[in-house]
């Protein structure tokens, strides 16, 4: 027998959104993935692939067999989003498969939450100057939540359920507050969106360290190292090891 260390088994809902597939380009043979999404896949995947929606409690029962950590993505991306939407999709969603992991015994839990979650700290008093280098407001994690949009509440209420299930079942959470994640260079135009880019290579990492690191309840920002920035990345650096490699400002 080879004393290699069995690599984890980790559930990837969500696996065919944006967030998903820059976590499957690098990473895609690095774990044993067990991929969930309600669109089917869209190409061929070597991966398990089950088709069902996040609120479906018995399909989250059925995909949780033999699964050490699960990466919970799927919901409603969108800011706009109507309350209903985020209701099922994003808060009831989340209910469902936090209580299926609890249910199963997950060890650990990595939830994308998002800056939508502290929009609200984005005054008309701060902006814009709180998206330039001169500027040094931050916010490092430790904050109360204050959403800038119903989606904003579904992700703060994500960390809450979260905190629940963690308290309850102790299960290892970690609570990541994502940026905006383009591809190949930081949004164009748009000083908020440079400030909290995550790039594909730092979003990978950021993931895989979530995958890897022992915690216990943490909520962390993950954005690239970018010049101005005014999200903290000392929880992630020191909660997880995230060492992000891009910055907007060298574009
Ligand atoms: N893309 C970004 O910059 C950011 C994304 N996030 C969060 O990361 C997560 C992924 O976002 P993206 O990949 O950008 O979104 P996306 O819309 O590209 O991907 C979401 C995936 O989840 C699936 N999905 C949605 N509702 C579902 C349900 N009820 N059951 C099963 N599957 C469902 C969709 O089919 C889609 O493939 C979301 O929770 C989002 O709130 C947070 C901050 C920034
Ligand atoms: O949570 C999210 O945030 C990003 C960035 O927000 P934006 O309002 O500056 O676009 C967003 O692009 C993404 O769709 C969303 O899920």
């Given at each position: 027998m080879s004393g290699r260390p069995r690599e984890p088994t980790v559930l990837l809902t969500g696996a065919s959104g944006r967030v998903g597939r820059a976590i499957l380009g690098r990473l895609g043979d690095t774990y044993d993935w067990r991929l969930v999404d309600r669109e089917p896949p869209t190409g061929e995947t070597e991966h398990i692939y089950l088709v069902a929606d996040v609120t479906d409690s018995e399909a989250m029962v059925e995909a949780m067999a033999d699964v050490d950590v699960v990466v919970?993505?799927?919901g409603d991306p969108r800011p706009e989003a109507p309350w209903d939407s985020v209701l099922a999709n994003n808060i009831d969603g989340?209910?469902?498969?936090?209580?299926?992991?609890?249910?199963?015994?997950?060890e650990k839990f990595v939830f994308a939450s998002s800056n939508h979650a502290v929009g609200g700290y984005e005054t008309d008093e701060r902006t814009p100057g709180m998206y330039r280098s001169d500027d040094d407001f931050d916010l490092d994690g430790t904050e109360l939540p204050r959403p800038s949009n119903f989606y904003g509440v579904?992700?703060?209420?994500g960390e809450t359920l979260s905190r629940y299930y963690h308290d309850e079942h102790d299960m290892s959470v970690i609570c990541?507050?994502?940026?905006?994640?383009?591809?190949?260079?930081?949004?164009?135009?748009?000083?908020r969106g440079q400030a909290m880019w995550l790039s594909h290579r730092d979003c990978a990492q950021l993931f895989e360290r979530a995958i890897e690191a022992d915690y216990d309840y943490e909520i962390v920002y993950g954005i690239s190292d970018n010049d101005r920035?005014?999200?903290?990345?000392?929880?992630?650096?020191?909660?997880?090891?995230y060492e992000p490699e891009d910055n907007s400002a060298e574009y």
């Amino acid at each position: 027998m080879s004393g290699r260390p069995r690599e984890p088994t980790v559930l990837l809902t969500g696996a065919s959104g944006r967030v998903g597939r820059a976590i499957l380009g690098r990473l895609g043979d690095t774990y044993d993935w067990r991929l969930v999404d309600r669109e089917p896949p869209t190409g061929e995947t070597e991966h398990i692939y089950l088709v069902a929606d996040v609120t479906d409690s018995e399909a989250m029962v059925e995909a949780m067999a033999d699964v050490d950590v699960v990466v919970h993505l799927a919901g409603d991306p969108r800011p706009e989003a109507p309350w209903d939407s985020v209701l099922a999709n994003n808060i009831d969603g989340t209910q469902t498969v936090l209580d299926a992991a609890a249910t199963a015994g997950v060890e650990k839990f990595v939830f994308a939450s998002s800056n939508h979650a502290v929009g609200g700290y984005e005054t008309d008093e701060r902006t814009p100057g709180m998206y330039r280098s001169d500027d040094d407001f931050d916010l490092d994690g430790t904050e109360l939540p204050r959403p800038s949009n119903f989606y904003g509440v579904s992700k703060a209420t994500g960390e809450t359920l979260s905190r629940y299930y963690h308290d309850e079942h102790d299960m290892s959470v970690i609570c990541l507050r994502i940026g905006n994640l383009t591809e190949n260079h930081p949004p164009e135009d748009y000083e908020r969106g440079q400030a909290m880019w995550l790039s594909h290579r730092d979003c990978a990492q950021l993931f895989e360290r979530a995958i890897e690191a022992d915690y216990d309840y943490e909520i962390v920002y993950g954005i690239s190292d970018n010049d101005r920035k005014y999200y903290s990345l000392e929880g992630a650096r020191e909660v997880l090891g995230y060492e992000p490699e891009d910055n907007s400002a060298e574009y």
